[in-house]
T-cell receptor, first 114, second 110 residues
Framework: KAGVTQTPRYLIKTRGQQVTLSCSPISGHRSVSWYQQTPGQGLQFLFE???????NKGNFPGRFSGRQFSNSRSEMNVSTLELGDSALYLC?????????????FGQGTRLTVV | SQQGEEDPQALSIQEGENATMNCSYK?????LQWYRQNSGRGLVHLILIRSNEREKHSGRLRVTLDTSKKSSSLLITASRAADTASYFCAPVNQGGKLIFGQGTELSVKP
């Protein structure tokens, strides 16, 4: 089985721009969760999508949004980028929900906002 | 949903020694999971222990779960330099989010 694929791996954006990150889960997995990791705040949960529906959401402003397509691929979008959005963004693929299965993580997208 | 609190925050040991990391949580769980993260990379799943299990082994890893104390521990025996990483626990409710704490940063010196 192919693993979780996140693209791009690295990204540099300017403050005020928007960015879209992509995550392709493991084939057959229907749940995708997104996380932001920074040295100061650690690993923070953004949201989870299951069968194209947002099932859980973390405490992030509305500038952070996501969606999931019928093939389970997911995208997250950050609008009006701020310097503090510089982080490693990780996506996790699960067969079911977190309550019943383990998560498989991608290598992440390293976003730098300048 | 809840996050686990790992303890200690940092641990430095010599190769060959055992490393023990602890995790505490606040409410009832369906399962508790441990993950490892090498610097700047994605997390790797280590072990999932269900609420009705008390101990689980995987190679050099041993995880215990005490639901009465709402705590879990991860023991790595005969540590190697390659075990240097951050370790996270995630207590999970049925259908809940996978929430991580700050992790334990383990350094194994050759």
């Amino acid at each position: 089985k192919a693993g979780v694929t996140q693209t791009p791996r690295y990204l540099i954006k300017t403050r005020g721009q928007q960015v879209t990150l992509s995550c392709s889960p493991i084939s057959g997995h229907r749940s995708v969760s997104w996380y932001q990791q920074t040295p100061g705040q650690g690993l923070q949960f953004l949201f989870e999508y299951f069968s194209e529906t947002q099932r859980n959401k973390g405490n992030f402003p509305g500038r952070f949004s996501g969606r999931q397509f019928s093939n389970s691929r997911s995208e997250m979008n950050v609008s009006t980028l701020e310097l503090g959005d510089s982080a490693l963004y990780l996506c996790a693929s699960l067969e079911g929900g977190a309550g019943i299965s383990e998560a498989f993580f991608g290598q992440g997208t390293r976003l730098t906002v300048v | 949903s809840q996050q686990g609190e790992e303890d200690p925050q940092a641990l430095s040991i010599q190769e060959g020694e055992n490393a023990t990391m602890n995790c505490s949580y606040k409410t009832s769980i369906n399962n508790l999971q441990w993950y490892r993260q090498n610097s700047g990379r994605g997390l790797v799943h280590l072990i999932l222990i269900r609420s009705n299990e008390r101990e689980k082994h995987s190679g050099r890893l041993r995880v215990t779960l005490d639901t009465s104390k709402k705590s879990s521990s991860l023991l790595i025996t005969a540590s190697r330099a390659a075990d240097t990483a951050s370790y996270f626990c995630a207590p999970v409710n049925q259908g809940g989010k996978l929430i991580f704490g700050q992790g334990t940063e383990l350094s194994v010196k050759p």
